[in-house]
């Protein structure tokens, strides 16, 4: 019996720690491996040979590991490309040393395509060794999972501060527009779960090429109509020549002012500029909105721990390499949503970017269909009981990943 | 019997609503007025005869009011002064004409001296009605209160937030510094609550003028020494010459950089260019810290709520009027934190500001001392028991501000 070893990669999430969980109490209660061993910054640390032994983690860390945000093992921006031997042979003499038989990389699309590189490089040189991965992200673009864990959770902050930002934005007589940003560069899954609160008047995802006037027309008619206007952008939103909202007015329309910082400061200046408020408040939620343990969904923490609970269980079949796990919608019989985990080849997982589905997108910005409300509403639902210490705050692990 | 009157003013907070569901809520436990009408939009809409009727709202809604954020009755930024002697006349209309006796303000200290300026302009012409105040402020900055309502929560919420993108920050071995900024013009009441965390490496607060080389010479000795840097930055911090961080660097000692944007971008820049980091995060905590449900204190929507009820209570006195009600600290038998309610005159509320105090900074922007701790941690436990909807999010009431 050999050992495991288990890394994340990639943006922290709130329940990134729960797969490792997942992963570390499923080989207490079913020891497929001697050891649990987990690589330091991802793959950059594994190749440097740093490694933690989390065998034997009392019960009642992982608990609190499983409410802890953030990425306990740290994370690292290191992609392993097809090609780079070295790196190959590094990790692999490694792992030898070690005597770790099975490799578990929890991360996003770059991660799931570093376990099919791995794989595929095993299988080529003859070695038994397995990869396996465990998917998460914030922006729920990955391949062929109903929905990712991480997202859940940052869907149910995001609706939250909009919920309550809109209350405060509500409580002023003064004309102004409120401008609400959140993470997703490529999709705009994040971002559109914000019309879940009931909130918000126009959105600006990534998935439609941004349109300077007919924007603008809307704002207008919003504030004609009702006063107000509270305006959700993803960060990755972008003109038809591609470039990005956050670069700036100026360097896409040839406009004077230079604007520096993210895709809603460019939106509330143009509004601004164009002269249909006189002035706007920003909200970036930025990293707050990925790493947060105030917020958690239940339905992703318990996703997140199942996937890592399903991957380690998977792997007793020792044909079982080069695949990911991940969540299938289901419904019970009354129709509720149930969650089913399967498991899928990485190459499906890797190098694809699922983007919010044009058909629940409402033209000129007005927000999404009640299909999508339909998916967003089960995956942010439920509380998990927090465990909080004296202070009066959640309880967190200390990172295993000491800089 | 007559009615009574109460309306919100200023910034929302997370528990400006809990104060006035004590008011509501005393009233039906204790009638002594007819009817408790509420001001829509502050002293602006009362102007205007904007009132809604509170007096009937049943006792399950008023549960929902005390968990909903912002100011349900709406606010606003109109400041009535001494001498404005048509709106003193144009308010006892509006106070004749629905049969008014009593109007309770919540709200900062510019509304406390409303309170003070209505009652003596009350007494100057020798009208009965009475004026009394419920103090709200995320800032934390009114003397003769231990604290105010609105503060702990911002408090909790703003450690929950540093520590969860400390973690986040910590994940990555990359060198980069993180600046979290949060709300407090004129004090530092909230930045340095965030220290309660354990997680800030540097503090920059409006009480230190700041000094942009012995600042830069402690970021680069954080860097040195652990390879990372968390700041939190006030949004009022300024340099000696009383010129903000938030108005960016070029206004003040001539660098070439123009900045826009909050203080907290500017420490970015400043340390960039400066060479000790290639890059940096910044989080401005912004509106969301002051208007969560999701991350209230427990001690804070007591207090609130109870001031409240307090205020109601102590209005049966005729000549209860030109008061305002706040927390006191005492200790309990086992010297656990204890409040009790106290009364004091509007005008000490009024016009002063109460800075962070001096003896509690430690100096070169190294946080705080254990003191200043030992006063933050009660205010932040503690989590009320949320009522949550069918969608898994807090249930809020419909504000009663139609714009």
Known sequence: MGNCLVAQSGGPTAVINASLAGVMRANQLNPLYDRVLGGIHGIEGVLAGKLYDLTDVPADEIE??????????????YKLKRGQDEDFKRLM????????DVMFYIGGNDSMDTVD?????????????????????VDNDLVPPDHCPGFPSAAKLANLVTHGTKLDYDAYTRPE??????????????????CLSGDVDLLVLPEVDFDRDGFLSRVQA?????????????????YANGGYLSAGESANDGFAHAVLGGAALTLKQMIVDAGIAPRGVVQDLSRAARSSNFAQSKV???????????????????AFTAQVVGVKRTSGADGAYCAECFAGPASEFANY????PKDWILKDYQGVTGEALDYFRPLVAGEPNIIYGDAGVPLTVKPYNLR
Not at 93 to 100: F, L, N, S, T
Not at 353 to 356: D, Y
């Open 117 to 137: 590189a791995l794989s595929e490089w095993a299988a080529q040189t003859g070695s038994s060794k397995r990869f396996v991965g465990i998917p998460k992200t």
């Open 300 to 318: 992703d923490v318990t996703e997140a721990y199942e996937l890592g609970l399903s991957a380690h269980g998977r792997s007793a079949d020792p």
């Open 64 to 77: 609190i590991l499983k409410q802890t945000p953030s990425s306990a093992l740290g994370t690292c921006r």
């Open 353 to 356: 970017v699922k983007a919010f």
């Open 177 to 194: 527009v409120f401008v609400l940003e959140t993470m997703g560069r490529d999709a705009g899954w994040l971002a559109a779960s914000c």
């Open 222 to 238: 919003k504030m004609d109509a009702q006063g107000s206007c509270y305006i959700v952008v993803s960060e990755g939103a972008h």
């Open 93 to 100: 003499a490694v792992m030898d040393e070690h005597d770790i």
